[in-house]
């Protein structure tokens, strides 16, 4: 495949690129095998020796896909209900029930995975870090769906041997970790068969935090981790009633415990980590674990926003996670500008602080702007996940997950969806403000296509066109 065209993506933090009339050329297999803009000599050889290019017109570019480093794939069931309550009450009486409830019923699982493959597609969504539920029959369906829906998914089985739900517990620490040994392994070899790039979905250890798992159970799955290299994942520091939890039981941080049982690992992502202070987060960055920032879930649950800009000026790895079912919000679109709008609260808080002469509040800006938002769905994501190289951005021998993204539409000379161009944008070349008024107020109808390696899995089928007039 040949793609002709305007192309957007961050290489870093604040380091947004637009590619003007790049020529990007598909490899079968998925990979970006060349990368150039339309007028070089070799781009000119390209399209005059192969297939015709797919042409985006004007007003139309590519953007990687998003990359959602926190979803709870059964709390699907109940997206968008229950958010009243504390987390741990919100666990007992919504969580623990609905994922209680995909696991007796295998019909029910595959039905409402199917749909959530469906619901990340359109909205662009080409990677995502899953937590599942306790059974591994369940997460294999799961496992299997997002497989054949072609969304690079890693899947966790969850571990937990302590629960208030007595119907949805795993009886004791050995039988959590026998379980998670026969997903992983059961995981990795319903993919084996497949050649290498075909491999989207991969397992990962999946303690659901600290106040459902016993010491033995963390350790366990520590030593499993180190011993196989496996990623990890879970929650940590996320709620008041969830760290008093942890004191009163455990008489030590969530953080303590889970880098005693060697958690924290450069293949780990914690969820949330909301309180986490400036040495904590240093502590992170050591570690190389990655920090999934769920701002929505965050204002329901931790009612106190994530130290973003710490984090990231200290060297985490951090992406952005829906967290559905405790974030409503399926659409990394909106994660990403309620990321920036938490940030901007925040700097509020800080130039108030400051104004008033508190100390150790004058180390700049806490704000963190869209193009910096773009990077952690996209590139930020695909590091935290330590995907191949080049992965989130465009570049020669990265996997090609894209999404094409159309402002005007030239058939019927207007603006697409939500958006409104008053200056005769329709024959630019793109600009910042094009993309930013994207970031802003685009939605789904904006979206053409969706790829991941290389497949094409959402959209029209992209002929080739002639609108554009290089
Ligand atoms: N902590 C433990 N389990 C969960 C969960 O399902 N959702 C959220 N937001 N936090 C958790
Ligand atoms: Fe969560």
């Not at 009339?21 to 000599?41: C, E, N, Q, R, T």
């Not at 919100?90 to 969580?95: F, H, K, P, Q």
């Not at 010491?215 to 520091?237: F, I, K, P, Y």
């Not at 107020?441 to 609108?467: C, F, H, P, T």
Request: hydrophobic share 40%.
């Amino acid at each position: 495949m040949i793609i002709r065209g305007d192309l957007v993506h961050c290489l870093g933090l604040g380091e947004l690129e637009i590619l003007r009339d790049h020529v990007l050329v598909v490899s079968l297999s998925g990979f970006i095998g060349y990368l150039g803009a339309a007028h070089s000599p070799e781009s000119n050889e390209i399209l005059n020796a192969s297939e015709p290019p797919i042409v985006l017109e004007r007003g139309t570019f590519l953007v990687p896909t998003f990359c959602d480093l926190h979803l709870h794939a059964p709390q699907f069931l109940y997206q968008g209900t229950g958010l009243h309550l504390p987390l741990m009450q919100w666990l007992n009486e919504y969580a623990f029930k609905a994922e209680e409830s995909l696991d007796a019923d295998p019909a029910l699982a595959e039905r409402v995975y199917t749909r959530l493959t469906e619901r990340l597609i359109e909205n662009g969504t080409g990677a995502v870090l899953l937590f599942g539920t306790i059974k591994v029959d369940t997460n294999l369906i799961l496992a299997k769906v997002m497989q054949r829906a072609g969304i690079r998914a890693f899947v966790g089985k969850l571990s937990m041997d302590i629960s208030s739900r007595p119907t949805y517990v795993e009886p004791s620490a050995s039988t959590a970790i026998s379980s998670a040994i026969s997903f992983v392994g059961s995981c990795h070899s319903m993919v084996a068969q497949l050649p290498a790039h075909e491999r989207l979905v991969e397992p990962v250890l999946t303690p659901r935090f600290v106040p459902t798992c016993s010491d033995d159970l963390l350790r366990g799955l520590g030593e499993l981790a180190s011993a196989e290299n496996l990623r990890v994942q879970s929650h940590m520091a996320e709620a008041h009633d969830e760290l008093d939890f942890v004191r009163r039981e455990r008489g030590k941080s969530d953080m303590e415990i889970f880098a005693e049982s060697r958690l924290l690992t450069p293949r780990t992502v914690q969820a949330h980590c909301t309180f986490l202070d400036p040495p904590s987060l240093t502590d992170v960055a050591k570690s190389g674990a990655a920090i999934a920032h769920c701002p929505l879930s965050n204002a329901y649950f931790s009612a106190k926003p994530f130290r973003l800009r710490e984090a990231l000026n200290l060297g985490v790895k951090v992406g952005l996670g829906t967290d559905i079912a405790g974030g409503y919000d399926i659409d990394m679109m909106g994660c990403m500008r309620q990321a920036v709008a938490v940030s901007r609260m925040r700097e509020g808080d800080r130039i108030m602080a400051v104004a008033e002469g508190r100390r150790g509040q004058d180390n700049g800006s806490l704000a963190v702007d869209w193009k910096e938002a773009l990077y952690l769905a996209t590139r930020g994501g695909a590091t935290a996940l330590d995907l191949p190289a080049g992965a989130g951005t465009f570049a020669v021998g990265a996997p090609f997950d894209a999404q094409c993204i159309q402002l005007f539409d030239s058939s019927t000379g207007s603006s697409v969806g939500p958006l409104d161009f008053f200056d005769g944008t329709d024959r630019m070349w793109l600009t910042l403000d094009m993309v930013e008024k994207w970031w802003c107020i685009g939605d789904m109808r904006n979206r053409l296509a969706v790829w991941v390696q290389g497949k094409q899995l959402w959209g029209k089928e992209l002929g080739s066109r002639n609108g554009i007039q290089p």
